[in-house]
């Protein structure tokens, strides 16, 4: 999990970053229109809550050309993650 910057320089290696959860959509739209290279080369990371959807609900639709989502959480036998990854696959 990583910056907008670190995936720029990521990128230039063929390499794959998941963006860390805590951007705006407006710093998302910065990014892809800044980068659009680099877009199809990240992930935008999410926690389970509802918040966390409802930021990668606007980002997707903010930023249709991101591809990948990363479901990122610490306990990943929960089950709010099996919730969060059913709500997810649902809507994407």
Same mark, same amino acid.
């Given at each position: 999990?990583?910056?907008?910057?670190?995936?720029?320089?990521?990128?230039?290696?063929?390499?794959?970053?998941?963006?860390?959860?805590?951007?705006?959509? %407006?710093?998302?739209? =910065?990014?892809? !229109? *800044?980068? #659009? $290279? +680099?877009?199809?080369?990240?992930?935008v990371s999410i926690g389970s809550s509802s918040r966390d959807f %409802?930021?990668?609900? =606007?980002?997707? !639709? *903010?930023? #249709? $050309? +991101?591809?990948?989502?990363?479901?990122?959480?610490?306990?990943?036998?929960?089950?709010?993650?099996?919730?969060?990854?059913?709500?997810?696959?649902?809507?994407?």
């Open positions: 999990v990583g910056r907008f910057e670190m995936a720029s320089v990521l990128n230039k290696h063929h390499l794959f970053t998941c963006i860390h959860k805590h951007y705006s959509v %407006d710093q998302w739209k =910065a990014f892809a !229109a *800044a980068s #659009p $290279e +680099v877009v199809s080369n990240v992930a %409802d930021n990668l609900c =606007a980002i997707m !639709a *903010a930023v #249709p $050309e +991101v591809d990948f989502i990363c479901l990122d959480v610490a306990n990943g036998y929960s089950e709010a993650f099996v919730g969060a990854v059913r709500k997810v696959r649902e809507k994407f």
